[in-house]
């Protein structure tokens, strides 16, 4: 890392941040290994505001590993993160929700005990001001947190289509409504960059085509940001605004969608396989 | 899914009744058969065993029961509900006994609702301190660190005469009890103290898990790292889990030596106690009140009805070693078939036993007035 003498270790004001236009997120120079294995190797890319960017490649490509940088769950051995105007060598996860950004992971991460509206109210705890001893006597103010946010995670549920399963643990439900709740619990916070990995994996054609609008309904009416990590390659050139395409760690190739199909390095390493498995693939 | 109304302010009566939490949303309407339950309950422990029930009875069976069904309580906080697993469980029944003891010899124009809230800091400070590996450690290894707790305690009650007022036996007396100049120190008295404890502490408990903050302990108990990223204070949380938990375990610990035993010894909180304690919570149900209950329950009734049982089958051959072995025995056995057959415990057990009856109740019912089904639902 290649530390400039003013570079407090954690913050820094957007002032110097590499580029010019406001952006949700960039990453600059990230690289990360795990023993022998590069996840990350040098990757800088940058997220306009109020764009849906999509990040594509392989299996192993490194995707995954690079949200879990931005959310701090790995720890980058070099580069930085660029979040709502500060920078960071490792992100402080424990303030994501603070800055901002949520999450859905790649397997599910749901609270498996807990009905499907709980899970998505837990989305809005760190918000509550009451303190425990206030939560128990049942004090005015702690009342009314609560059930102001239960009542936003319930417009939630309306709006994934999740009224039914409301009372439900949410371990007992079926694959592709479990990933729904966990949208529904990281859009409940109302972010400003909202990280998606792999969100449509194991869904139906009409559950994907559902969630696509939903995704983009985030973006036009709750205004998030949204980097969705998505190996429909239909999905990702109808949904996106521009794609990073990563291979062993490395960025080879970012653009709108119309640049990525058309590029050489791209095809070789990644579309062109792509489009066979998905042919092979059936849903 | 277009029609989003989430930009709108949610005006402060929209949800109807769908306002307050889950569980108490449900009893809204009219009375839940949990709460009538309940009520049922406490009017037959507070009026009707009083004045019907036998010193043996109290002294024997419902008293040790109501001190472990506390402790089980305060580890399911713990363990049930914010996953942290502990194996120290009679060390803070064992610092709040002391404490308590401690606090009416050496200060006691306190009245003695304040040393059992005092006893109940003293074992959640204590709690606090051996819950700080858990900020590091998760399972197996947070599970040995806990016995920590438990062999250091016990050592320290040992060691150090000025927490037993120097008994030579290591062996004290605690003080009759009594609660704003009532004399509670027969059976019945004692019986009732420990009853309106467990009372308001299950209470509280309920109130706490019913909450975000007790979502929150679950949350972290589900997944960790889902928790730290939604924003969640993991590591305090998992310390108000330790402090709550060690608090109510300190109190049981209290009514242990004050309301049952009315001695204290090191040895009556030993790594046994822990392990007791901690089979409580797993026959009991992990993350259910009840199952609390339910496993003291069986805990203290079951080696009572199993001598009984051993004495009418086999008469003189089954003497106390005999007892004591078979105990263990099946104890041990019980234990393997909950975990493999019902790990939700004797509280799952009991809910399907529920659902099955009511189920056949309604088809009667339905059947008998076929109108009365179609109201039902809200
Ligand atoms: N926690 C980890 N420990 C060891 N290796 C890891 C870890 N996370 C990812 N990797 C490795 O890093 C590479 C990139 O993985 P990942 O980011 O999950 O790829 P993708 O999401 O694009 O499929 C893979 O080779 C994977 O095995
Ligand atoms: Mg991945």
Same mark, same amino acid.
């Given at each position: 890392?290649?530390?400039?003498?003013?570079?407090?270790?954690?913050?820094?004001?957007?002032?110097?941040?590499?580029?010019?236009?406001?952006?949700?997120?960039?990453?600059?120079? =990230?690289? =990360?290994?795990?023993?022998?294995?590069?996840?990350?190797?040098?990757?800088?890319?940058?997220?306009?505001?109020?764009?849906?960017? /999509?990040?594509?490649?392989?299996?192993?490509?490194? %995707?995954?590993?690079?949200?879990?940088?931005?959310?701090?769950?790995?720890?980058?051995?070099?580069?930085?993160?660029?979040?709502?105007?500060?920078?960071? /060598?490792?992100?402080?996860?424990?303030?994501?929700?603070?800055?901002?950004?949520?999450?859905?992971?790649?397997? =599910?991460?749901?609270? %498996?005990?807990?009905?499907?509206?709980?899970?998505?109210?837990?989305?809005?705890?760190?918000?509550?001001?009451?303190?425990?001893?206030?939560?128990?006597?049942? =004090?005015?103010?702690?009342?009314?947190?609560?059930?102001?946010?239960?009542?936003?995670? !319930?417009?939630?549920? /309306?709006?994934?289509?999740?009224?039914?399963?409301?009372?439900?643990?949410?371990?007992?439900?079926?694959?592709?409504?479990? %990933?729904?709740?966990?949208?529904?619990?990281?859009?409940?916070?109302?972010?400003? @960059?909202?990280? @998606?990995?792999?969100?449509?994996?194991?869904?139906?054609?009409?559950?994907?085509?559902?969630?696509?609008?939903?995704?983009?309904?985030?973006?036009?009416?709750?205004?998030?940001?949204?980097?969705?990590? !998505?190996?429909?390659?239909?999905?990702?050139?109808?949904?996106?605004?521009?794609?990073?395409? @990563?291979?062993?760690?490395?960025?080879?190739?970012?653009?709108?969608?119309?640049?990525?199909?058309?590029?050489?390095?791209?095809?070789?390493?990644?579309?062109?396989?792509?489009?066979?498995?998905?042919?092979? !693939?059936?849903? | 899914?277009?029609?989003?109304?989430?930009?709108?302010?949610?005006?402060?009566?929209?949800?109807?009744?769908?306002?307050?939490?889950?569980?108490?949303?449900?009893?809204?309407?009219?009375?839940?058969?949990?709460?009538?339950?309940?009520?049922?309950?406490?009017?037959?422990?507070?009026?009707?065993?009083?004045?019907?029930?036998?010193?043996?009875?109290?002294?024997?069976?419902?008293?040790?029961?109501?001190?472990?069904?506390?402790?089980?309580?305060?580890?399911?906080?713990?363990?049930?509900?914010?996953?942290?697993?502990?194996?120290?469980?009679?060390?803070?029944?064992?610092?709040?006994?002391?404490?308590?003891?401690?606090?009416?010899?050496?200060?006691?124009?306190?009245?003695?609702?304040?040393?059992?809230?005092?006893?109940?800091?003293?074992?959640?400070?204590?709690?606090?301190?051996?819950?700080?590996?858990?900020?590091?450690?998760?399972?197996?290894?947070?599970?040995?660190?806990?016995?920590?707790?438990?062999?250091?305690?016990?050592?320290?009650?040992?060691?150090?005469?000025?927490?037993?007022?120097?008994?030579?036996?290591?062996?004290?007396?605690?003080?009759?009890?009594?609660?704003?100049?009532?004399?509670?120190?027969?059976?019945?008295?004692?019986?009732?103290?420990?009853?309106?404890?467990?009372?308001?502490?299950?209470?509280?408990?309920?109130?706490?898990?019913?909450?975000?903050?007790?979502?929150?302990?679950?949350?972290?108990?589900?997944?960790?790292?889902?928790?730290?990223?939604?924003?969640?204070?993991?590591?305090?949380?998992?310390?108000?889990?330790?402090?709550?938990?060690?608090?109510?375990?300190?109190?049981?610990?209290?009514?242990?030596?004050?309301?049952?035993?009315?001695?204290?010894?090191?040895?009556?909180?030993?790594?046994?106690?822990?392990?007791?304690?901690?089979?409580?919570?797993?026959?009991?149900?992990?993350?259910?009140?009840?199952?609390?209950?339910?496993?003291?329950?069986?805990?203290?009734?079951?080696?009572?009805?199993?001598?009984?049982?051993?004495?009418?089958?086999?008469?003189?051959?089954?003497?106390?070693?005999?007892?004591?072995?078979?105990?263990?025995?099946?104890?041990?056995?019980?234990?393997?078939?909950?975990?493999?057959?019902?790990?939700?415990?004797?509280?799952?057990?009991?809910? *399907?036993?529920?659902? *099955?009856?009511?189920? *056949?109740?309604?088809?009667?019912?339905? *059947?008998?007035?076929?109108?009365?089904?179609?109201?039902?639902?809200?």
């Amino acid at each position: 890392m290649t530390a400039t003498p003013s570079e407090a270790p954690h913050l820094q004001p957007s002032a110097t941040q590499p580029q010019a236009a406001p952006s949700a997120l960039a990453v600059d120079g =990230l690289s =990360l290994s795990f023993g022998g294995v590069t996840a990350l190797n040098g990757v800088s890319f940058t997220v306009a505001v109020g764009e849906i960017r /999509a990040v594509i490649g392989p299996n192993g490509a490194g %995707k995954s590993s690079l949200l879990n940088a931005v959310s701090g769950l790995y720890r980058p051995d070099s580069g930085r993160v660029w979040l709502g105007g500060h920078s960071f /060598a490792a992100v402080p996860t424990d303030r994501l929700a603070a800055l901002g950004v949520s999450r859905t992971f790649q397997n =599910l991460a749901l609270f %498996k005990g807990l009905s499907v509206l709980d899970n998505v109210a837990a989305g809005l705890t760190h918000r509550l001001r009451a303190g425990v001893l206030a939560q128990v006597i049942g =004090l005015p103010t702690a009342r009314r947190e609560r059930a102001d946010a239960y009542d936003r995670a !319930e417009a939630l549920l /309306a709006f994934l289509h999740l009224e039914d399963a409301r009372d439900r643990p949410v371990g007992t439900l079926p694959y592709g409504v479990q %990933k729904r709740v966990e949208l529904a619990r990281a859009l409940v916070a109302r972010p400003r @960059l909202l990280l @998606l990995d792999e969100p449509m994996a194991g869904m139906t054609l009409t559950e994907k085509q559902e969630l696509t609008g939903c995704i983009r309904v985030a973006r036009d009416d709750l205004g998030a940001t949204i980097v969705l990590i !998505e190996h429909d390659i239909g999905v990702v050139m109808g949904l996106s605004d521009r794609i990073a395409v @990563l291979d062993y760690g490395r960025l080879i190739g970012d653009g709108t969608p119309e640049a990525i199909r058309n590029n050489q390095a791209v095809i070789d390493a990644y579309l062109g396989v792509a489009h066979d498995l998905e042919a092979g !693939e059936g849903i | 899914m277009t029609d989003l109304a989430l930009d709108k302010p949610v005006p402060p009566n929209a949800a109807g009744p769908n306002r307050t939490a889950p569980t108490a949303r449900r009893g809204m309407v009219r009375p839940s058969p949990t709460a009538l339950g309940v009520g049922l309950l406490l009017a037959v422990a507070f009026g009707l065993l009083p004045l019907v029930g036998s010193e043996y009875l109290f002294d024997a069976i419902l008293t040790p029961f109501l001190a472990l069904a506390l402790a089980g309580l305060g580890l399911n906080i713990l363990t049930g509900y914010a996953g942290q697993v502990s194996l120290g469980s009679a060390a803070f029944m064992a610092v709040g006994a002391y404490a308590a003891f401690n606090l009416s010899l050496r200060l006691p124009e306190l009245p003695f609702v304040v040393d059992i809230l005092l006893a109940g800091l003293v074992a959640a400070a204590v709690g606090l301190v051996f819950g700080l590996p858990s900020l590091r450690l998760r399972g197996f290894y947070l599970a040995v660190s806990t016995l920590a707790a438990q062999f250091f305690v016990q050592w320290v009650f040992n060691k150090v005469g000025w927490f037993s007022n120097n008994s030579p036996s290591g062996i004290v007396t605690v003080p009759p009890l009594s609660v704003a100049g009532l004399a509670l120190d027969g059976s019945v008295g004692r019986y009732l103290f420990g009853l309106s404890v467990v009372s308001v502490v299950t209470l509280v408990v309920w109130r706490l898990v019913d909450s975000p903050t007790g979502r929150a302990l679950a949350a972290l108990r589900d997944h960790e790292t889902a928790a730290r990223v939604i924003g969640l204070p993991v590591l305090r949380l998992k310390l108000l889990a330790f402090a709550v938990s060690s608090f109510i375990i300190g109190v049981a610990g209290v009514l242990w030596a004050f309301a049952y035993l009315r001695t204290v010894e090191p040895a009556g909180f030993n790594l046994d106690r822990s392990f007791q304690i901690l089979f409580i919570v797993i026959i009991g149900g992990l993350a259910s009140l009840r199952g609390a209950f339910l496993g003291a329950a069986l805990i203290v009734v079951f080696p009572l009805a199993l001598a009984r049982l051993g004495e009418t089958l086999l008469g003189g051959l089954f003497d106390s070693g005999v007892l004591e072995m078979s105990q263990r025995i099946v104890l041990g056995l019980l234990i393997i078939a909950f975990l493999i057959a019902e790990p939700a415990g004797l509280s799952a057990l009991l809910d *399907r036993l529920w659902h *099955r009856i009511a189920g *056949r109740l309604t088809a009667l019912c339905s *059947r008998l007035c076929p109108r009365s089904g179609s109201n039902r639902s809200v």
